[in-house]
């Protein structure tokens, strides 16, 4: 997380991006969300010493300036290639740490770190089929990644293929149970199928994890605003947003909502989804009680 103005900023921004894509998505939109592949950072070094980012914007660029003078230097280095596309992500600057990584993927097609980098990069660039198909390639059936596997549901999520999203979210969860990212990804994977009961209890989990972050926080409040409950929106995104911002953040989704007519249809759908829960009739039996309470999809 990055301080300062610098901070203050992307803290204002964030929010509302996952907003605007969440609300497009209900509508069929596959426009990338705001970094829910996990980055090129998480778990991209494997064993590798990572050098941490600052967390000034002015000593960011001079981090990032730094760094890539040394790639320049020494392009074979994987760490140095590595910790500079890390540098030009935090900068936002993704184009061009796709290019250093595919550059470095190139120079170890079978490195697996590498090839999970770069297939997040590409990512986070919007190269979705690219960056699946490298992603396929950046772990192995014997030894998965976590981390990878979250960026395949995402780019699953953001092709519209939710189903198999939630698979890799699941197995990605098997070998980091309850890692909150996971979790919110696996949150807004149900959001974009309208199932926003599931929705918020997945994220609700996530953001009661102590390593959860804003985003995971900001991606619960988007969800309870997509139901209606703007006041429990508002008090989640307090937790990392000034009163202020919380309400011009909720009141921004109000205004998406509105002018999107989301909203109306994710009601239709919800009245659809009881109507049909009244009309089945109860199993009987000892099994009776033991009903699932997962939305149906559609």
């Known amino acids: 997380m990055f301080s300062s103005n610098f901070a203050a900023s992307r803290r204002r921004s964030a929010p509302s991006a ?5 609300l497009l998505a209900l509508s ?30 002015a000593q960011l660029r001079r981090f990032a300036e730094e760094w890539g003078h040394r790639f320049d230097a020494d392009p074979k280095n994987k760490s140095v290639a590595l910790t500079y596309a890390r540098a030009l992500h935090a900068l936002d600057r993704n184009v061009q740490a796709v290019a250093v990584l595919q550059g470095l993927a190139i120079r170890y097609p079978d490195d697996l770190a590498v090839l999970g980098a770069y297939g997040k990069s590409l990512a986070d660039a ?24 979250s960026a395949q549901g995402s780019i699953a999520d953001q092709l519209g293929h939710h189903e198999e999203a ?6 990605a969860l098997k070998i980091k149970p309850d890692d909150p990212k996971v979790l919110s990804n696996l949150g807004l994977s149900y959001a974009l199928s309208k199932q926003l009961p599931q929705a918020e209890s997945t ?16 991606n ?37 909502i509105a002018q ?23 199993p009987r039996g000892k099994l009776g009680a033991l009903t699932s309470s997962a939305t149906s999809p559609e």
């Open 28 to 57: 069929g939109c596959t426009q990338p969300f705001s970094d829910i592949t996990g980055s090129i950072g998480a778990g991209s070094l494997g064993a590798t010493r990572r050098a941490e980012l600052p967390t000034d914007e």
């Open 166 to 171: 939630r698979d890799y979210y699941q197995t």
């Open 260 to 282: 999107s007519n989301s909203w109306r249809e994710i009601q239709i759908y919800s009245e659809k989804t009881k109507r049909k829960s009244a009309e089945t009739p109860a």
């Open 126 to 149: 919007g190269r979705l089929r690219e960056a699946a198909d490298v992603l396929s390639r950046a772990h192995t059936p014997e030894r998965p990644d976590w981390s990878v596997l």
């Open 18 to 22: 996952l907003a605007i894509c969440a």
């Open 220 to 256: 619960l409040a988007l969800v309870l605003a997509l139901q209606g409950k703007f006041d429990e929106a508002e008090n989640w995104s307090r937790y990392d947003l000034s009163p202020i911002d919380a309400a011009a953040n909720v009141a921004s989704i109000r205004q998406m």
């Open 203 to 218: 994220l609700l989990t996530a953001a009661a994890q102590p390593a959860a972050d804003m985003r995971v926080r900001q």
